[in-house]
C-alpha cells in the first residue's frame, strides 16, 4: 500500500522558518518526481514546488521562489521542504504528492497545516 | 502559465442526476496532461481521471473524462451521495509545472 505521511507543520511566525516532511512507502521512491501542493484555508489548490527523482531538477513556484528549498532523501524514502522567511500568506495545509506518468498527481499524503502568526 | 477556468462555481443536483463539470484551458494542452481530483471536506484530493479520460485505480465508471486541445469535461453519470465533493482539473506543463483550476463544488439539490 502507498503511504505518504507528512510531518513538521505547526505554527511559524513571520519571517521564520520551519522544515516539512514528507515519509513514504509502498512504492519505487526514487523513481517518482515528488512535489508540493498546498491549499489555503477555504480556497483552492497551488503548485509549490517539484523535484525530479534525482534531484537534478527543481520548480518552485514565483511565490515561494528563494524562500522555500525542496530536497528528496531516497534512501530514506523522504523528501522535505525547508520553508524560510515565512509569511502570513503561505498559511496553508501542504501536501505531498507523485507524480504519475501523465503530470497527475496519483497519491497524496493526509498533509500538515503550517499556520504562520505572530 | 496555463489557467485553467472551471465552470460552474457551484453545480446543485439530486442524487441519480447526471454531473457535467467543465475546464477550459488558456492555452492549448499537449500530450494529454490534464486530470480530475475529488477532494471532500478535510481530506486531501484523489485522483479520478489522468491523462484527460483514463481512470485511476478503483473509480468507478460513473466518472468519465473527455476533450482536446483547450476545452475538457469530466461527467458523472448518476451521481450517488458519496459525490457530492469538489472537483478539480489539473494541467502538467514544462519545466515540472502544474496547475490547477479553481474547482466546481457538486451539492445536494
Known amino acids: ?118 | 502559465e496555463v489557467v485553467l477556468t472551471q465552470s460552474p462555481g457551484t453545480l446543485s443536483l439530486s442524487p441519480g442526476e447526471r454531473a457535467t463539470l467543465s475546464c477550459r484551458a488558456s492555452q492549448s494542452i499537449s500530450s494529454n496532461y490534464l486530470a480530475w481530483y475529488q477532494q471532500k471536506p478535510g481530506q486531501a484530493p484523489r485522483l479520478l481521471i489522468y491523462a484527460v479520460s483514463s481512470r485511476a485505480t478503483g473509480i468507478p465508471d460513473r466518472f468519465s473524462g473527455s476533450g482536446s486541445g483547450t476545452d475538457f469535461t469530466l461527467t458523472i453519470s448518476r451521481l450517488e451521495p458519496e459525490d457530492f465533493a469538489v472537483y478539480y482539473c489539473q494541467q502538467y506543463g514544462s519545466s515540472l509545472r502544474g496547475t490547477f483550476g479553481q474547482g466546481t463544488k457538486v451539492e445536494i439539490k
Not at chain 1, 483552492?44 to 530536497?71: C, H, M, N, P, Q
Open chain 1, 1 to 118: 500500500e502507498v503511504q505518504l505521511v507528512e510531518s513538521g507543520g505547526g505554527l511559524g511566525k513571520p519571517g521564520g522558518s520551519l522544515r516539512l516532511s514528507c515519509a513514504a512507502s509502498g512504492f519505487n521512491f526514487s523513481s517518482y518526481i515528488m512535489n508540493w501542493v498546498r491549499q489555503t484555508p477555504g480556497k483552492g489548490l497551488e503548485w509549490v514546488s517539484s523535484i525530479t527523482s534525482s534531484g537534478r531538477y527543481i520548480y518552485y513556484a514565483d511565490s515561494v521562489k528563494g524562500r522555500f528549498s525542496i530536497s528528496r532523501d531516497n534512501a530514506q524514502n523522504s523528501l522535505h521542504l525547508q520553508m524560510n522567511s515565512l509569511r502570513a500568506e503561505d498559511t496553508a495545509v501542504y501536501y505531498c504528492a507523485n507524480t504519475g506518468g501523465f503530470g497527475d498527481l496519483n497519491y497524496w499524503g493526509q498533509g500538515t497545516l503550517v499556520t504562520v502568526s505572530s
